[in-house]
């Protein structure tokens, strides 16, 4: 199965600041990544898919980009709702793989 | 508006069965492709199988820790998606969720596996 590493694990911050989450693939999957928002006790929630496709809804603040093994997720001027887990999550090949996660507090 | 809502999570004693269910509404179910996705108390998202649609063949496909353990099944007049598990493991307990093939999640069950 594809592995993907991602990180940071944990990301301290602070209101307004901007922050990346880097996630590497093992192997090429072109531009097959997804990323998921997840609050504590509920379900996740789908960002940005085919790399850089925001889902509809999602604030513009959020921003993906990348292809190929490196994949990053941009949140510019980070709001309070904004503090959170966020995923990586390829779907290049039927075995969906996630990243393990990096968690944005304050 | 996309619903999907899980049930039949339980303690379960380890060796023990149990049968998931997702009840879809508001989307294409019919051709969906539907996933279940599992998070163990901490932990990060596992994918644990996938449907396909009838039309595409209604295949299976499992990840290696269930696989042979878990079956997906579906009910496409009951908008109905299932994932009975068996011979289950204390490694096995998680939230599970239903997901379809656009990433509209389920709220999840919690399945325990203790004694």
């Known amino acids: 199965d594809i592995q993907m590493t991602q990180s940071p694990s944990t990301l301290s911050a602070s209101v307004g600041d901007s922050v990346t989450i880097t996630c590497r693939a093992s192997?090429?999957?072109?531009?097959?990544v997804a990323w998921h928002q997840q609050k504590s006790g509920k379900a996740p929630k789908l960002l940005i898919y085919?790399?850089?496709t925001l889902e509809s809804g999602v604030p513009s603040r959020f921003s993906g980009s990348g292809s190929g093994t490196e994949f990053t997720l941009t949140i510019s001027s980070l709001q309070p709702d904004d503090f959170a887990t966020y995923y990586c999550?390829?779907?290049?090949?039927?075995?969906?793989?996630f990243g393990q996660g990096t968690k944005v507090e304050i | 508006e996309v619903q999907l809502v899980e049930s039949g999570g339980d303690l379960v004693k380890p060796g023990g069965s149990l049968r998931l269910s997702c009840v879809v509404s508001?989307?294409?179910?019919?051709?969906?492709?539907m996933s279940w996705v599992r998070q163990a108390p901490g932990k990060g998202l596992e994918w644990v199988g996938r449907?396909?649609?009838?039309?595409?063949?209604?295949?299976?496909d499992y990840a290696a820790p269930v696989k042979g353990r878990f079956n997906i099944s579906r009910d496409d007049a009951e908008n109905t998606l299932y994932l009975q598990m068996n011979s289950l493991k204390t490694e096995d307990t998680a939230v599970y969720y239903c997901?379809?093939?656009?990433?509209?999640w389920g709220r999840g069950t919690l399945v325990t596996v203790s004694s």
């Open positions: 997901c379809t093939d656009s990433y509209f």
């Open positions: 508001g989307y294409a179910f019919k051709t969906a492709w």
């Open positions: 449907i396909k649609s009838e039309i595409n063949g209604g295949t299976t």
């Open positions: 192997q090429g999957i072109s531009t097959w």
């Open positions: 085919k790399a850089s």
């Open positions: 999550q390829q779907y290049n090949t039927y075995h969906w793989t």
